[in-house]
């Protein structure tokens, strides 16, 4: 069997991370307690490690420009003290994958990144503290250095003792952090550091971590926590954070101001570009502190202690929806939607989704993912937008016309949550089908396609194979039918025949005249048929 090559390995590992912090998002959220019982672990872990996956991504598939490229786009779009820390940890882990003769195939190398990765994640924070992600980083790499260091190391076999380690270290740290203790949680950060942690033992070896929530010894981890700790009027009123171009010699007299101004400081960075974060009373001091040193830019300043705004006293309402063709983007936007166009092969991001909401408006926000990989995106960015005191929904539309349907029923009269339940409704009655051509040879749950098959799907499955896509589309509909429906979308592509889309709306009258019927042209270029019955 041919070797994955490294740069490989760690692209696959960024991508199973994500999905995993993904998964894994709310639940850690739910942890929060400590330092500030904010609620956001989860999703600060998340969107630094999307900014890290979207930068590797595009970089040349070589291993030095895989991980300098995901250790810079960690830093550039790390989010809170959970997501700095972990920036820090993955450009540990560049500066030893990245120097010359380096290879993972030993295990040797993960080992030694995940050692440098722990000693400058600790180093990085001002007043390291036991019981929380620093933890667990220093028990994953102990454990994975006494494995390197046997005559029998392997990469998974290091990946392993990781992950062990990793989850024993956090099922101790209730032990290690009295507020930890009085919640009965385990550390949301820590618990984010094995998610990751696991995912590479999964790449490696194929194995599945157990599904949330999981216990830990005599804690469990409960969805959602009732923190008992609580921001007091005692405690800093302004999370600060800001990227800063400043030469590396400044960085010294910059931690000894911060330190002095506040706490949960966090400096991250090196050769220019660090990232700040810092818990302060007077905001302004802490920003002049970074002009001192250099460019401070990104500055974002969140106040801790009073409560969020009413998202209910912003006027309008903002609908953002994700279109993968430009008909379907025409008719979201004819709908009242703010569109996020998409692309085959493109994984949408979480600040193009929040690019969105910011040119709808500054109302109450309802998302549309309309695809199943950007739910959790969506999620994500509603999240985001929660710390900000807007209201924000996720309606869980997985297919183009289930987005379509739930914009049939918004109404922005209706008070906010009675709109989305509408939405929600509809897109959840909504069964969705597609046809398209098979690019490459596959098992289906229809058996085997070879290239140029036409392949129908059915509620996300490939669940048709044929020679003639009006007669797949037919069965398609003809399957979603099966079980009753008042109304048939046809959704035509870029690539669609001529007469396919009337083909169908010919059959569908024949064998259900009780059904309607309405076809619109998506432009979508992956499928030439998308299909909904309501």
Known sequence: MQPVPDAEIVLRWCHAGLDALAAAREEIDALNVYPVPDGDTGTNLYLTMEAAVAAATEADPHLREVVDAMARGALLGARGNSGIILAQMLRGVAEVLRAPGVTLADGRALADGLARAAADAVGAVAVPVEGTILTVAKAAAAAAVRHAARQDCDLPGVALAAARAGRAALERTPDQLDVLRAAGVVDAGGRGLTVLLDAFDTVLTGRRALPAPRPFGAHTVPSPVKPVAAVTPSSPAYEVMYLLDAPDDRIAELRVRLGELGDSLVVVGGDGEWNVHVHVDDAGAALEAGI???????????????????????????????????????????????????????????????????????????????????????????????????????????????????????????????????????????????????????????????????????????????????????????????????????????????????????????????????????????????????
């Open 292 to 534: 001192r040193a250099g460019r401070p830019h990104h500055i974002k300043v969140t106040h801790l202690l009073s409560a969020a705004p009413s998202g209910a006293d912003r006027d309008g309402r903002v609908i953002v929806a994700f279109a993968a063709g430009d008909g379907l983007a025409e008719l979201f936007a004819a709908a009242g939607g703010t569109v996020v166009a998409t692309r085959p092969g493109h994984r949408p991001s979480t600040g193009e989704m929040l690019e969105a909401v910011e040119r709808g408006g500054a109302g109450d926000v309802v998302i549309l993912p309309n695809e199943r990989d950007a739910v959790p995106v969506a999620q994500a960015a509603a999240a985001e937008l929660r710390t900000t005191g807007r209201r924000a929904a996720v309606i869980p539309s997985v297919a183009q016309v289930q987005g379509l349907a739930a914009l049939a029923v918004h109404e922005p009269a209706l008070p906010f949550d009675t709109d989305v339940v509408a939405m929600t409704t509809a897109a959840g009655q909504t069964r969705h089908g597609a046809v398209t051509v098979a690019a490459r040879e596959a098992v289906t749950m229809a058996g085997v396609c070879q290239v140029g098959d036409v392949l129908g799907v059915v509620d996300g499955d490939f669940a048709v194979i044929g020679d003639d896509p009006l007669a797949v589309a037919t069965e398609v509909v003809r399957r979603m039918l099966a079980a009753g429906g008042e109304l048939v979308t046809v959704v035509t592509g870029a690539h669609a025949e001529n007469g396919l889309a009337d083909g169908v709306v010919q059959a569908v009258r024949q064998t259900h005249p009780e059904a309607d019927t309405v076809v619109y042209h998506g432009g979508q270029p992956r499928y030439p048929l998308l299909l909904g019955v309501e």
